[in-house]
């Protein structure tokens, strides 16, 4: 994650002790986000020119204190949890802080931490596996939060992500959000188009609410509407989500 060999990390842990990981049954070492946080500033400060002995001397509070990153201390508190699989904390965390209504807490609360995860993935904090555990667990979390509201009883809409979007959280948030409100919705994820379309023909819909996180063009946009148009006539199709709201 941070571009070191691994030969450079287990020297500067045997000889400098300047690193604090645990050592699993099978052997494997496994480093903290604050160790991460540690290495990084050891490399910024080696391609500074600074001399490695010098930055040990330092000692890793004040390596931490480098700060490489623009995260807050809770925010890598709440990473350390994603880390560390403790999702039973997190929901402590979510239920303390569901204040206000269901959509707010999931704007304000359960879609910052989709953001942060997702950045943390990608600038190398989390691994593939932690974040997509995130991911998954989050989904369930929500997909059960939600059924405390009254079930769907007519016709109503069909949440999904956009054809080969697999941003599905951005559907599932929508649709608890019109759970929460009373308004009757399914949610689907993503279904392939030839699946959507079948599903539309039913006539259980009264509408496709489809969520956008990666960019379409609008003749793409325009293609599935039509087919959906075509399968159920007179159902509605809106659009929403991320690339929706760039564009
Ligand atoms: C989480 C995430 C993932 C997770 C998704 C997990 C999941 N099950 O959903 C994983 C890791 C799987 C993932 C994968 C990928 N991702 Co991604 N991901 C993100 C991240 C961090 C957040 C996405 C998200 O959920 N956001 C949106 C949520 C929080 O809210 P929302 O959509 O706005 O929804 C709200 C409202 O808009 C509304 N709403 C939603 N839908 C609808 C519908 C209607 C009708 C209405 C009215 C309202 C409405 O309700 C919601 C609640 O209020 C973003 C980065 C970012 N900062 O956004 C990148 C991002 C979206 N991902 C990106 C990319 C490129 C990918 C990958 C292609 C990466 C790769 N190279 O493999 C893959 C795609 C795989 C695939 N085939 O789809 C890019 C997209 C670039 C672009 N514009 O096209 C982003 C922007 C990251 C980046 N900076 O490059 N990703």
């Not at 880390?83 to 965390?93: A, L, N, R």
């Not at 931490?113 to 979390?141: C, M, R």
């Not at 979007?165 to 649709?175: N, P």
């Not at 009373?182 to 689907?188: E, Q, R, T, V, Y």
Request: with cysteine.
């Amino acid at each position: 994650m941070t571009g070191i060999p691994s030969h450079a990390i287990r020297k500067w842990q045997e000889r400098y002790r300047i690193l604090k990981p645990l050592q699993a049954p099978n052997g494997y070492w496994r480093y903290t986000n604050e160790d991460y946080f540690v290495l990084k500033s050891i490399q910024q400060r080696l391609a500074d020119h600074q001399r490695l002995q010098e930055i040990m001397n330092m000692g890793r509070e004040k390596l931490l204190e480098d700060n490489v990153s623009d995260l807050s201390e809770n925010q890598i508190e709440f990473l350390n949890l994603v880390q560390s699989h403790s999702y039973s904390h997190i929901e402590k965390q979510f239920n303390k802080r569901a204040t206000g209504t269901f959509s707010s807490w999931v704007n304000r609360v359960i879609r910052p931490s989709v953001i942060l995860v997702g950045k943390a993935w990608e600038t190398g904090i989390l691994s593939v596996p932690e974040e997509h555990g995130y991911s998954k667990w989050l989904q369930s979390y929500l997909f059960q939060k939600v059924q405390v509201f009254p079930a769907a009883s007519k016709a109503g809409w069909l949440c999904v992500s956009f054809p080969g979007d697999g941003h599905e959280l951005s559907s599932l948030m929508h649709y608890s959000i019109l759970r929460s409100r009373g308004i009757p919705a399914w949610f689907c994820g993503m279904l392939p188009r030839e699946i959507l379309t079948r599903e539309v023909q039913t006539g259980k819909y009264r509408g496709v609410a489809i969520s956008v996180v990666l960019d379409q063009t609008k003749p793409k946009l325009d293609s599935v509407q039509r087919a959906v148009e075509q399968a159920s006539p007179g159902i509605q199709v809106r659009f929403g989500g991320y690339a929706i709201k760039v564009a």
